[in-house]
């Protein structure tokens, strides 16, 4: 009974993908999907396979900006060979943070004199992507507002990632009083009586760091924008592989709620959600639920082919050496 509980939330998961992909095996016409895949462009699939490579490699950068505002100095490519690693684990692990969680472990071990700085680094580098990608789907929700509310169904979709929107900006503002919460506890003496609260301390003292880190913080957000930009270059580039001729703002307006509604941590790793979504969003433009699930499997396909790679680099990954590490074994 115990690890019944204890793997409950699992299970759910594992039974809503399952009933999302039960339904559309039985309302998909099977044989038009295979049409539809045999049909496919292979240079535009080779395009949007070449497009997540730029992806990988500006999260990379983002990561190495923020990890240099609290001290720590890892150079682009192991940067790089850790997102590879964490893409890795996202895609074969049940869920999308196993790879957030293997990056922690690295950083750490990177850092072992920094470990929660290292480790809330991860964190805000998820955050950005985050926070940027609410920010484009509220502007792009607002902009196609009419066209993305033409249903109750499509309206769902809108208004729950528009919930989001606000509820992330008002944590936000409540994060940076973070400072002042902790000292309006000291000063009733109940700080030190938390459990791990010299930990608390550490990462309240990273996160300060980055709100006083106005440059860093500028570029982050730009090339969270410049990694969105080549996700949805990856997603037009399989539409017209498909040979679908649908309306450019139109299209782009639905991959951010796409996006953001696969993360909910509601399905295993998006499966099911994604292809669900998919069917429902699309069919906004006069799409098939074949041309969308084809659309959602060959889009789950590119990014599994990169988790490979990134399979790749963790049989032969070894723990970087920060700059200080390099210079304390120099002198």
């Known amino acids: 009974m115990q690890n019944l509980r204890r793997h409950a939330n699992l299970i759910v998961r594992i039974l809503i993908s399952a009933a999302i992909l039960i339904y559309l095996g039985?309302?998909?016409d099977w044989k038009t999907l295979i049409?539809?895949?045999?049909?496919?462009?292979?240079?535009?699939?080779a395009a949007a396979f070449a497009c997540f490579g730029p992806m990988l490699g500006l999260c990379a950068w983002r990561w190495q900006i923020l990890l240099r505002v609290q001290g720590i100095f890892i150079p682009w490519w192991q940067s790089l060979q850790l997102g590879l690693v964490g893409h890795f684990f996202n895609s074969f692990l049940l869920g999308i943070t196993g790879g957030d969680v293997v990056k922690i472990y690295y950083a750490t071990l990177a850092a072992p004199e920094k470990k929660a700085a290292a480790g809330l680094s991860v964190i805000v580098?998820?955050?950005?992507?985050?926070?940027?990608l609410l920010v484009i789907a509220t502007i792009l929700c607002i902009a196609q507002f009419k066209f993305l509310t033409a249903r109750a169904?499509?309206?769902a979709s809108v208004?729950?990632?528009?919930t989001i929107a606000a509820a992330t900006f008002a944590i936000g503002v409540i994060s940076f009083r973070l400072a002042a919460i902790s000292d309006a506890v000291r000063k009733r003496g109940w700080w030190e009586k938390m459990p791990?609260?010299?930990?608390f301390d550490h990462l309240i003292e990273a996160y300060e760091r980055y709100g006083s880190a106005w440059k860093e913080n500028a570029a982050a957000f730009c090339i969270s924008v410049c990694n969105h930009s080549f996700g949805m270059l990856?997603?037009?580039?399989?539409?017209k592989a498909l040979h679908l001729d649908v309306p450019f703002w139109q299209f782009v307006s639905i991959l951010p709620i796409l996006n953001l509604l696969i993360a909910l941590p509601i399905s295993v790793g998006g499966l099911g959600v994604r292809e669900g979504l998919s069917v429902i969003l699309f069919s906004?433009?006069?799409l098939s639920p074949e041309h969308a699930v084809t659309f959602a499997l060959t889009f789950f396909t590119v990014t599994l082919a990169w988790s490979l790679v990134g399979s790749v680099f963790y049989m032969r990954y070894q723990t970087p050496e920060t700059e200080e590490k390099k210079e304390a074994v120099t002198v």
């Open 196 to 199: 791990m609260h010299k930990m």
């Open 125 to 132: 580098d998820r955050l950005y992507g985050l926070v940027v």
């Open 26 to 28: 039985i309302k998909v």
């Open 159 to 162: 208004y729950l990632t528009l």
């Open 35 to 45: 049409q539809h895949v045999i049909g496919m462009d292979r240079l535009w699939l």
């Open 284 to 286: 906004l433009m006069g």
């Open 153 to 155: 169904d499509t309206s």
């Open 234 to 239: 990856l997603a037009y580039c399989i539409v």
